[in-house]
């Protein structure tokens, strides 16, 4: 498994940070699976020891940037 840092910026302007683990090991893949679902579907990222979980709507992310955790 790979971990991801994630900064959502969501529609609003408010910046969401947090980690992502996935299988897989290229940004684009994964933001595929982070993004997964209809604009209503909620996904989730944590912090970093696994502590807290956030989740947030697919339709109310504005932008992403993923880099290797």
């Known amino acids: 498994m790979y971990l991801w ?3 959502l910026l969501m529609n609003c ?3 969401i940070v947090g980690c992502f683990e ?3 090991d290229s940004s ?14 909620f996904n989730a990222i944590t912090n ?3 502590t ?3 989740l947030f ?10 880099c290797a955790g």
Do not use: W
């Open 5 to 7: 840092k994630v900064v």
């Open 13 to 15: 302007g408010k910046e």
């Open 22 to 24: 996935s299988k897989h």
């Open 28 to 41: 684009a893949d994964t933001a595929r699976e982070l993004m997964q679902g209809s604009p209503n579907t």
């Open 48 to 50: 970093k020891e696994k």
């Open 52 to 54: 807290t979980q956030t």
């Open 57 to 66: 709507k697919t339709g109310d992310v504005s932008a992403l940037t993923l």
